[in-house]
């Protein structure tokens, strides 16, 4: 099998290397085998890069199921974390964007006004994991194995799991290194643009997720589409000019796009 010899090639080359240089082969291994298996069915891609979509769906809100993304567990133990949220005022998000604390995507959407408890806890959790998925996005391969120094403040178990989701560990001279493939970069981008579209109502205007994502409007676009969103401009009632809107309707028709590298459409 082709894909089976490029795996053992890619294997043999991470043998004779040490430290980084190791790693990095260790990740072109990876991304190697993720190639080929890109070149499969639609539906194979769908199931391999796509969170569980229920395409079936009469409501928009039951086209996911929040526990495929954030698991009851995590819900828990980000309470004292969404309180934080929501006890903020416009001071707080003000000096939070001066800090950085946040993506402009999150602190755009702060303070929260809901007065149930509950559902405020929910949204704000998704806000809180679109933040740590941003952050896990653009971290360099060498700083993945940083688990503490990139997510400071944030409940083990949510750092577990999107490690888990998102990353391969393996060991390397005795040491555990850490990687994120191109598939395992993609389907990263597809679980965080859900949480965009939850959080969102299902109409996500994205330009400020680009800029905090550093990614082109084509790659967020294509990775929309490839979700059954359609890309349209929307001008609202006393604003001169347009934006740009991703927005997911029922019937979910998802569409037999092949991400490649770095999150962009296969041609």
Request: aromatic share 6%.
């Amino acid at each position: 099998d082709t894909r089976i010899r490029r795996s053992i090639t890619g294997k043999d080359r991470i043998q004779n290397m040490e430290g980084d240089t190791l790693e990095e082969a260790m990740t072109e291994a990876i991304s190697a085998t993720d190639q080929a298996n890109l070149t499969s069915s639609s539906e194979q891609h769908h199931s391999d890069i796509l969170p569980p979509i229920n395409v079936d769906a009469v409501d928009v809100n039951d086209v996911f199921l929040i526990t495929d993304f954030i698991t009851e567990a995590e819900l828990l133990a980000l309470q004292p974390f969404t309180q934080a949220l929501a006890d903020c005022s416009t001071v707080h998000v003000q000096t939070w964007r001066e800090q950085k604390k946040f993506p402009e995507f999150v602190l755009s959407r702060l303070p929260v006004l809901m007065d149930d408890q509950d559902v405020a806890h929910l949204h704000l959790s998704k806000l809180l994991y679109i933040s740590y998925l941003i952050t896990l996005y653009k971290l360099p391969q060498k700083q993945l194995r940083n688990k503490l120094t990139n997510f400071p403040n944030t409940p083990p178990q949510v750092v577990s799991g999107i490690y888990k989701t998102f990353t391969s560990q393996g060991k390397v001279d005795g040491h555990v290194r850490t990687s994120m493939s191109d598939k395992q970069r993609n389907k990263l981008l597809t679980y965080l643009l859900c949480l965009t579209l939850m959080v969102d109502n299902f109409s996500v205007d994205f330009m400020v997720l680009c800029q905090d994502l550093g990614v082109s409007q084509r790659i967020i676009s294509d990775t929309y589409r490839s979700l059954g969103c359609k890309i349209m401009k929307i001008r609202k009632v006393g604003e001169k000019t347009a934006t740009t809107h991703a927005a997911l309707k029922i019937p979910v028709k998802l569409p037999a796009i092949v991400l490649r590298k770095g999150g962009k459409k296969r041609d």
